[in-house]
């Protein structure tokens, strides 16, 4: 009995020593701090979700002369915190007729995809949870992942409604993604890179450190391109509640509605991020701000959430044929149009 308490101590102390071991101590400490900037970049991008929700109501409610949320909070300011208990303790209802295990994982599809594409993005400099030099691809395949939560949550309701809004999504994402991938050549062009990173350094020799000048047609047709992939106003024809109810989510309810809530919004603050770092200069500025090296960034994101909302406050949903005519007839060839402006002005410098 001593001889086998005594191997099972020295089994022990191996296994500690192997672990603790220089190496592997190097691979622990560096597994620590990727969880921890995970746990970090989650709780920021969550709360600006929630926050983006009181935002938008306010600054739309404000453009329509209305007060907006008031009730729970000074100014409202506790109502996200509201609508979460509301969904949180809200009946889940399954249809009877659904197809169960795709309904199930549809709306946690949305929100992986868009969860993951944050990994690649660098919010100041050295800080990023996944420095990938195909960075840029990652996030337009992942957009791509998102689009079949939509898909499967069209479908797997059993409902016609929700298999429009799902029809109406595949079509619309697949024809703005093009768009939005050819935007973006411009600026890989004039970076050499497809590194986020990499795309933000390459910036400062431009004037104001950005990419808007030269590659403001690009900078147009990604922003039109990113409200479709987000399925925002004036394209959100997958949700249109005057033809569809709701659209895709109309059986959903409960938190499982609250995942695709959630999925919209992030994806709405990763196309701003993703526009601030290829167009806007990333965290660059005109000067550096002490102890809040992302500061800029955070700038440039703010504006560009505020026109989303500016948009959906005055813009009218387009019908479905003008939606696909301007993504083909009009949005790519203008992005080629680009990609050879680029070539030319690269040939010649």
């Keep these: 009995m001593d001889h086998i308490v005594t191997d099972i101590l020295e089994f022990i102390f191996l296994m500690w020593f192997a672990i603790f071991s220089a190496g ?54 506790l109502q996200p915190i509201a609508d979460f208990v509301k969904l949180f303790f809200k009946e889940d209802i399954i249809p009877a007729q659904a197809d169960k295990p795709l309904f199930y994982i549809a709306p946690v599809i949305a929100v992986f995809a868009a969860m993951s594409s944050l990994a690649v993005i660098p919010f100041f400099n050295g800080f990023v949870i996944a420095n990938l030099n195909i960075g840029l691809l990652f996030i337009l395949a992942m957009s791509s992942i998102g689009a079949y939560g939509i ?5 797997s309701s059993n409902s016609k ?15 703005y993604e093009i768009a939005m991938g050819l935007s973006l050549v411009g600026v890989v062009m004039m970076a050499g890179s497809l590194n986020l990173t990499d795309i933000v350094k390459a910036q400062q020799a431009y004037p104001l450190k950005m990419y808007i000048f030269p590659q403001f047609l690009g900078f147009f047709v990604f922003m039109v391109a990113a409200f479709a992939e987000t399925n925002r106003t004036p394209f959100d024809l997958p949700e ?81 044929d003008q939606l696909m005519a301007l993504g083909w007839k009009i949005m790519i060839p203008l992005t080629l149009l680009n990609i050879v402006i680029t070539g030319v002005i690269k040939i010649l410098t």
Excluded at 151 to 155: E, K, L, T
Excluded at 164 to 172: D, E, I, N, P, T
């Design 24 to 77: 592997t101590l190097d691979v622990l400490i560096n597994i620590g701090i990727i969880i921890l900037k995970i746990a970090a970049v989650v709780a920021v991008v969550m709360t600006h979700v929630a926050y983006a929700t009181y935002f938008e109501r306010k600054a739309i409610g404000h453009m329509q002369v209305r007060l907006g949320p008031m009730r729970v909070g000074p100014h409202g300011i």
């Design 151 to 155: 898909i499967m949550a069209g479908w």
């Design 161 to 175: 409604y929700s298999f429009l809004g799902g029809l109406r999504s595949s079509a619309q994402v697949i024809s």
């Design 240 to 320: 249109a509640e005057s033809e569809l109810v709701a659209g895709y989510f109309v059986e959903y309810s409960g938190m499982r509605f609250a995942l695709f809530f959630a999925a919209e919004y992030i994806g709405m603050i990763l196309m701003a991020l993703l526009g601030a770092i290829c167009y806007l200069g990333g965290w660059n500025g005109p000067f550096q701000i002490p102890y809040i090296p992302f500061a800029w960034l955070l700038v440039k994101v703010y504006c560009i959430v505020f026109l989303f909302y500016w948009v959906r406050a005055t813009v009218p949903r387009y019908r479905y």
